[in-house]
C-alpha cells in the first residue's frame, strides 16, 4: 500500500550549475527505461529514455546513465535553468503477461534558483 | 505529428454523481492507451490499460470503469463517485510493440478531479 505523508525528495540547485537526479529500480528483468519531466498542473513529459544493453545515453542538455549491477538509473541536467524546475520520474519497464507496463518512481522535485 | 487530448481539465462533482472522462488521440492508429491515477506527491498509478477498441485490462480494483468505444477514444467513468475517487487523471498512449518496442508513453495533460 501507499505511505501516509511522503514528501517527494527535492533538489535545489543555482541556475548554471549541473543537476544530477537518481532513480532506483527495483527488477533486474526491466529492460527499458524513461525519464519524464512534470511541471505543475500538467501531464509528464517525455525527455529521454535508454536500453537496457546501454550504460549511457546523450540528449540535448540531458544525459542518462544506467547501472545495471546496483539497479540505479540518472539523469543529468547540464547548466540547469529556472524553466528545468520540475517534479522529475523514472520509469521502468517489465513485462506483463504478452505485453509490458511501466512502474513509475514517485518523483524528485527540482527547484532552480536564479 | 501525434497529440492527446484530455477533458476536461478540472471537475468538481459531489459525491455519488457519475463521472466521465475523455480522452483522445490524434495523429497515429492502433494506439496502446492508459488510464492513470496521480496523488499528491505520489508515482502514477495504472488504472486501465487497452490494446484495441472494447479490450480493457484493470489493474486495481476500484470504483472506476474505463471503455474503448472508438480506436482512439479512451474513456474513464464511474456510475457514483467517492470521496477517495478525488486525484489527478492522466490519459496516455503508446506504439504497440509490434509497431515499436522501444517507445515510450506520451501524456495529457491530465484532469484534476475533485469530490465534494
Known amino acids: 500500500g501507499e505511505s501516509v505523508g511522503l514528501h517527494l525528495p527535492t533538489l535545489s540547485v543555482q541556475e548554471g550549475d549541473n543537476s544530477i537526479i537518481n532513480c532506483a529500480y527495483s527488477?533486474?528483468?526491466?529492460?527499458?527505461f524513461i525519464w519524464y519531466k512534470q511541471e505543475s498542473g500538467k501531464g509528464p513529459q517525455f525527455i529521454i529514455d535508454i536500453r537496457s544493453n546501454m550504460d549511457k545515453r546523450q540528449g540535448q542538455r540531458v544525459t542518462v546513465l544506467l547501472n545495471k549491477t546496483v539497479k540505479h538509473l540518472s539523469l543529468q541536467i547540464a547548466a540547469t535553468q529556472p524553466g528545468d524546475s520540475a517534479v522529475y520520474f523514472c520509469a521502468e519497464r517489465k513485462m506483463w503477461g504478452s505485453n509490458y507496463k511501466l512502474t513509475f518512481g514517485k518523483g524528485t522535485l527540482l527547484t532552480v534558483n536564479p | 505529428s501525434q497529440t492527446i487530448h484530455q477533458w476536461p481539465a478540472t471537475l468538481v462533482q459531489p459525491v455519488g454523481s457519475p463521472l466521465s472522462l475523455e480522452c483522445t488521440v490524434e495523429g497515429t492508429s492502433n494506439p496502446n492507451l492508459y488510464w492513470y491515477r496521480q496523488a499528491a506527491g505520489r508515482g502514477l498509478q495504472l488504472l486501465f490499460y487497452?490494446?484495441?477498441?472494447?479490450?480493457i485490462s484493470s489493474e486495481v480494483p476500484q470504483n472506476l470503469s474505463a471503455s474503448r468505444p472508438q480506436d482512439r477514444q479512451f474513456i474513464l467513468s464511474s456510475k457514483k463517485l467517492l470521496l477517495s475517487d478525488s486525484g489527478f487523471y492522466l490519459c496516455a498512449w503508446s506504439v504497440p510493440p509490434h509497431r515499436g518496442f522501444n517507445q515510450p508513453q506520451h501524456f495529457g495533460d491530465g484532469t484534476r478531479l475533485s469530490i465534494l
Open positions: 527488477n533486474s528483468a526491466s529492460d527499458y
Open positions: 487497452s490494446v484495441g477498441i472494447g479490450q
